[in-house]
């Protein structure tokens, strides 16, 4: 049976449709059709990306020896504004590619999360951003203007509602193609 994926990326643009055929991903862009080797897969990396208010997007990004990439996403745009999650087409088919991959080559590496380099400089900068707006909140109530530290309380807030799932989710580290890592995954429904 061939597994098959369709999403439109990005707000303007055409969809991108993904079809696992024994060893090969057929991906059609709309304008071009590409063959990929599944054994020429070098890693698989599953990612958190934040969305709009509201919504999550997960991304699956597929990087082959020759340093070819391609990359789907858990969000199919309809328009500028509108955005539907796919979480049931998605789930299924990043497990099926992960399967396909790993019986193709054994050894494509599987991560979850960003690469360390930009996990950490994420983690770091959100933490100096929180120490960095508590001193002013201080610094605010030190100086009588209670308006201005509640707006920057507000501010802070809304800033680890944003950024801790960025760094929570994204955490470097090595997952198997049986068991995607359930938290970069939408949830089932």
């Known amino acids: 049976m061939t597994q098959t994926y369709t999403h439109s990326p990005r ?19 709309g304008r071009k059709v590409h ?3 599944l054994g ?20 699956t990004k597929v990087t082959l020896r020759d340093g070819k990439a391609f990359t789907f996403s858990s969000l199919d745009w309809r328009s500028l504004i509108e955005a539907q999650e796919m979480t049931t087409d998605y789930r299924a088919f990043a497990q099926s590619l992960c399967e396909a991959i790993a019986k193709a080559n054994p050894q494509a590496r599987f991560i979850a999360g960003k690469p360390w380099w930009l996990w950490f400089s994420t983690a770091v900068i959100a933490i ?8 002013l909140i201080w610094q605010a109530l030190q100086m009588g203007s209670t308006g201005v530290a509640l707006i920057g309380a507000l501010l802070a807030v809304v800033g680890v509602w944003q950024i801790e799932p960025m760094v929570r989710l994204n955490k470097p580290r090595p997952f198997t193609s049986g ?7 939408p949830k089932a429904g």
Do not use: C, N
């Open 11 to 29: 707000p303007i643009g055409g969809p991108i449709s993904f079809a696992i055929k024994g060893g090969q991903l057929i991906v059609d862009s």
């Open 35 to 37: 063959e990929v080797h």
């Open 40 to 59: 020429a897969v070098e890693t698989v990396r599953m990612t958190y990306e934040p969305g709009r208010v509201g919504q999550k997007s997960f991304r």
């Open 128 to 135: 100096l951003s929180l120490l960095l707006m508590a001193y």
């Open 179 to 185: 068991a995607l890592p359930e938290e970069l995954m």
